[in-house]
T-cell receptor, first 116, second 108 residues
Framework: SAVISQKPSRDICQRGTSLTIQCQVD?????MFWYRQQPGQSLTLIAT?????????ESGFVIDKFPISRPNLTFSTLTVSNMSPEDSSIYLC?????????????FGSGTRLTVV | RKEVEQDPGPFNVPEGATVAFNCTYS??????FFWYRQDCRKEPKLLMS???SGNEDGRFTAQLNRASQYISLLIRDSKLSDSATYLC?????????FGDGTTLTVKP
């Protein structure tokens, strides 16, 4: 399966600032996603990162707050903008792969964000 | 009602026990089903896909019941290393939905 490098692994940020999370995949993948996992909860899809076009956001998430870039098929970034303590969470990138079938998801190791 | 519901547990079982988790879903159009395992402070990792015919991987057996809209995971001969949170995941039209997870603790 694909190997995903996500960084930073953790950060502590001041409210009002922004943090950009990077996700690098060791192979070209069509589908990349960004998820959030708040403490004690499951994963919530933020958006699908589309190569060469604007990301597709899920209900409750907007581009101004979570701008996403996908310049090529192996790389994506998620920015958490104008952070507040409510943004403290784990952010994970993920790719969809054909796993003998059907599609499954491989995740990066996550970015643990604390906003103070 | 949540689209995917799991008993959060925790399930506390002794080593060697057999334990089963269920996951119910509301969208009958769901196309693919998975069980993921998430260790504390780690990312989720695919445990196994779930097929209508049922599938087995060593001590793990997954079943899908489309008529009743649930999937199950059976773990036989539990090991200490099986302690984790188990997430059921549904895939429909390319969009994934995660359950909140069931926490399993296997004790010596």
């Amino acid at each position: 399966s694909a190997v995903i490098s996500q960084k930073p692994s953790r950060d502590i940020c001041q409210r009002g600032t922004s943090l950009t999370i990077q996700c690098q995949v060791d192979s070209q993948v069509t589908m990349m996603f960004w998820y959030r996992q708040q403490p004690g909860q499951s994963l919530t899809l933020i958006a699908t990162a589309n190569q060469g076009s604007e990301a597709t956001y899920e209900s409750g998430f907007v581009i101004d707050k979570f701008p996403i870039s996908r310049p090529n098929l192996t790389f994506s970034t998620l920015t958490v903008s104008n952070m507040s303590p409510e943004d403290s969470s784990i952010y994970l990138c993920s790719v969809a792969e054909q796993l003998n079938p059907p599609y499954g998801y491989t995740f990066g190791s996550g970015t643990r964000l604390t906003v103070v | 009602r949540k689209e995917v519901e799991q008993d959060p547990g925790p399930f506390n079982v002794p080593e060697g026990a057999t334990v089963a988790f269920n996951c119910t879903y509301s969208n009958s159009a769901s196309q693919s089903f998975f069980w993921y395992r998430q260790d504390c402070r780690k990312e989720p990792k695919l445990l196994m896909s779930v097929y209508s015919s049922g599938n087995e991987d060593g001590r793990f057996t997954a079943q899908l019941n489309r008529a009743s809209q649930y999937i199950s995971l059976l773990i036989r001969d539990s090991k200490l290393s099986d302690s984790a949170t188990y997430l059921c995941v549904l895939l429909n039209a390319g969009k994934s939905t995660f359950g909140d997870g069931t926490t399993l603790t296997v004790k010596p």
